[in-house]
């Protein structure tokens, strides 16, 4: 028989569509899907604009879009790329040098900024030492900025010379603050800024000398994307590109965790819809043998029935995503407008990629969880139609089980999860399901006995869950997968959240003190003491390089453009304590203890450095320290919480092991607002102290905390939606049976009332078995979230026992709504269609 045209079974596939649009597992399904892909589209939308308005903001503390940094001039075709691209650029050159006046001399960090300095953010400056500062441009050609703490050394005024190298410059105004100086809080000495003109005049910048050269770019996400592509290839050993992520621990961490708190509420909602999506496609599979047989009779062959069942699907599937991906960026417009007032200005539109994205994942999960059922539908026997008896030969568990893993695969991937969350979530969720669902089936089995003492309606209730053990096993586990999911993601919101907020105190150190000298050490501490009410310790503060490790040397031990490679380029602000500093947790090793007077002094060492560095406890570093070498053996590793404000170092010295080296003091206090009038008061009675201002990076870190709190407690409607849609798919999974039970029992005599107190009994015992494997499936998961994938300390939650309450009423009153059509279908009707 000749095959049937494609489009004549797009227009059979179509109007079985429309004919069964009533059935209530396409509307189950339908819904089900529409939820995922409005979760998925929204959080998508959400995250990219969000991360994008971060990002724009944290872009003012790296004073560009982008930054190509190196110790020699970018080459011509690095620039040339960036400008062909419409890029906007200027460079910047930092360098040490001597400052000369009549009065004396001292070393100071110089910066030539080209005009248009810097490309995000502001520059600020004060017309005299200690006046409220401005923001404004640079100094033009001939001019020079300097801190106060060099007008205080110097002893100068505003409109004095000042000689760098070769070239006398005239000081106009005093720098209070640079906007990429934010992650920069070590340097040891006073700051100048020059107009980049005036550097070749200077003559201090020769072959040889120890000099920055930064690279800035702004321009729009595309542009800035291609310049990086082409460019990251041409880098030279000594070059490296910023961004805001890479360029502040901070930023970049607080944005990290957003994204992973976000993708794992998305993930939620989504595996909930694919859960509902599995189980109305096996109705909708067992519903249609009947259909594919008839038409395996009528003379389609097996691949023609299983292509016209699957067009339907499709259809089904393309218009709930579709519409599921309007429903999402409507979503997340509702959000933005909720948010307005925590969100910085301007928050960039989002393109059309979250909404496909939305799709892609909607029609991803429709076929990895529909597959299997759907492929039954191509193995129903034509003899069916006369023998109901008859069932398709179910598909292999591989295919089952394989088109499943794929699809949360695909998922997976596309919400960017990281390995060891995704773990640790799958894995918690797959054991817990192993070892609850065989507790259930126990559990099941051990009522049985009670049947026979029980009332007239919890025997029918209890009769109607042991009559299928598994299956009323699957619907436990099922509506216990939604009572953990949303547990999960409220837990989430109610103590991930928190712990974040905790690291992060509502009177966290804003400000640093650097270049404390040893003179005023006791001075400036009692001082402090007077205006912080929690102020850091005074770390010393010696400049060291590293430069051998066991006898090699460093450079051919690290690899290019790794963090040690970065650490190994530049002096390191090495220090001594005799305490473990707060924010710091030991790895490996042991803080100090008693050595051997000819041993070799200890040195703990930051994890992720020595890592970078392929460092082992015992191994002999060798520091460059003020022309002098010196020796310590690693001791101990360190895991530092580099966002907690807090000064942190990469390597810290048993004590007594630098103290014969000059240094200076580092710490960091909490000044609460309106306090200008007591910095300005402690600027002057220390002028050689740096004090550094990082107000606006703590009010960035609490924006980003504030938004993705309330992006969480957003994303709880999506995972509440999906799991409603889990829920009424496995009471669709089953109604048919009730149906055809309850019209028996009315022929039979049965009143209503009964009936809906069997229902009550049954729904009621299923939610509450659902919400005990949800509270002990929820501990066991997050316990294995926060030991192996957030690194988090875990206790017991007690309000999880809440959950059997909730459960079986959520459970029961779910049951009754879903039920009722077995209550008010006509038994005759009912019997005769049996």
């Known amino acids: 028989m000749r095959a049937l045209p494609l489009t004549r079974r797009l227009s059979l596939a179509t109007r079985q569509l429309r004919r069964d649009a009533r059935a209530g597992e396409l509307r189950v399904l339908f819904f089900a899907l529409l939820v995922a892909v409005a979760a998925s589209t929204a959080i998508g939308y959400f995250s990219a604009r969000l991360n994008a308005a971060m990002l724009l903001r944290a872009t003012e503390f790296l004073g560009a879009d982008l930054v190509l940094s190196g110790s020699a001039p970018a080459g011509a075709d690095q620039l040339a790329s960036g400008r062909q691209l419409g890029l906007e650029h200027v460079q910047v050159v930092e360098f040490s040098s001597v400052i000369a006046t009549d009065a004396g001399i001292q070393l100071a960090s110089v910066k030539a900024a080209g005009s248009g300095y810097p490309l995000r953010g502001e520059l600020k400056s004060a017309p005299a030492p200690y006046q409220a500062e401005q923001p404004g441009s640079g100094p033009g050609p001939g001019e020079a900025w300097a801190e106060a703490r060099l007008f205080a050394a110097l002893d100068l005024r505003i409109g004095q010379p000042i000689e760098v190298g070769n070239l006398q410059l005239r000081l106009t105004r005093v720098l209070t603050y640079e906007p990429d100086r934010a992650g920069d809080f070590y340097s040891l000495t006073p700051r100048v800024l020059i107009h980049l003109d005036d550097l070749a005049a200077t003559g201090v910048v020769q072959p040889g000398s120890r000099v920055r050269y930064r690279e800035l770019w702004r321009g729009d996400g595309q542009a800035l994307s291609r310049y990086r592509s082409s460019v990251k290839p041409t880098l030279a050993a000594h070059q490296r590109l910023e961004d805001a992520r890479s360029g502040n621990r901070q930023i970049g961490g607080a944005l990290g965790r957003a994204e992973r708190y976000l993708n794992l509420a998305s993930l939620a909602a989504v595996l909930l819809s694919g859960v509902a999506v599995a189980l109305s496609a096996a109705r909708f599979a067992a519903r249609r043998f009947d259909n594919s047989a008839l038409l395996r009779c009528l003379g389609l062959s097996r691949r023609e029935a299983l292509s016209l069942f699957a067009l339907q699907l499709a259809m089904l599937g393309l218009l709930a995503s579709v519409l599921g991906a309007l429903l999402g960026w409507a979503g997340q417009l509702i959000l933005f407008k909720l948010l307005h007032g925590l969100l910085p200005s301007g928050v960039p539109a989002g393109n059309l990629w979250p909404a496909l994205a939305g799709i892609a994942t909607g029609l991803v999960a429709l076929a990895g969880f529909a597959l299997p059922p759907l492929a039954a539908l191509g193995r129903v026997p034509p003899l069916r139609v006369l023998r109901r008896d008859l069932l398709p030969v179910p598909p292999s568990s591989w295919l089952v089980y394989g088109a499943a893993l794929l699809a949360l695969g695909l998922i997976m991937w596309r919400l960017s999860l990281d390995l060891a969350l995704t773990l640790a979530l799958l894995g918690g969720g797959l054991l817990a399901t192993l070892l609850l669902g065989g507790l259930l089936l126990l559990g099941l089995r051990s009522l049985r006995h009670l049947l026979a003492r029980a009332a007239l309606p919890w025997r029918l209730g209890l ?372």
């Open 463 to 834: 009769g109607q869950l042991l009559r299928h053990p598994l299956a009323a096993a699957g619907q436990a586990l099922a509506f216990g997968l939604i009572l953990l999911a949303m547990a999960l993601i409220g837990l989430l919101r109610g103590e991930l959240l928190d712990t974040w907020q905790d690291q992060l105190p509502e009177k966290a150190p804003n400000h640093f003190a650097l270049n404390i000298l040893p003179a005023e050490q006791q001075a400036f501490a009692a001082r402090l003491a007077a205006l912080s009410p929690q102020p850091a310790p005074l770390y010393p503060i010696v400049a060291g390089r590293l430069t051998l490790i066991n006898g090699q040397p460093v450079k051919r031990i690290v690899s290019k453009d790794s963090a040690g490679d970065r650490a190994v380029r530049r002096d390191l602000s090495l220090t001594w304590s005799s305490e473990l500093p707060a924010g710091n947790e030991l790895q490996a090793g042991q803080w100090w203890q008693a050595q051997p007077r000819d041993a070799l002094p200890g040195v703990s060492v930051e994890a992720e450095l020595a890592e970078s560095l392929h460092l082992q406890l015992d191994d002999v570093l060798t520091f460059s320290v003020g022309g002098l070498e010196r020796q310590a053996r690693v001791s101990s590793l360190r895991k530092v919480q580099w966002d907690s404000f807090q000064p942190n170092f990469y390597m810290i010295f048993a004590p007594g092991t630098l103290q014969d080296l000059p240094a200076t003091y580092l710490t960091s206090f909490y000044l609460p607002p309106n306090s200008e009038r007591q910095l300005v008061e402690l600027a002057r009675a220390f002028p050689a102290v740096t004090l550094l201002q990082v107000e606006a990076l703590l009010a960035q870190l609490r924006s980003i905390l504030a938004q993705v709190t309330l992006a969480v407690e957003y994303v709880l409607l999506f995972v509440l939606a999906a799991g409603l849609s889990v829920l009424f798919a496995g009471l669709q999974a089953t109604l048919d049976e009730r149906i055809r039970q309850g019209a028996l029992l009315r022929a039979l005599g049965a009143e209503r009332r009964l009936l809906l107190a069997a229902r009550r009994s049954e729904f009621g015992l299923l939610g509450a078995a659902s919400g005990v494997l949800a509270a002990i499936g929820c501990e066991l998961v997050s316990f294995l979230l926060y030991r192996f994938a957030l690194d988090l300390p875990w206790q017991p939650h007690p309000w999880l026992l809440l959950l059997p309450l909730i459960g079986a009423l959520l459970v029961g009153g779910a049951g009754l709504l879903g039920t009722r059509r077995a209550l008010n279908a006509s038994p005759l009707a009912v019997l005769r269609e049996a």
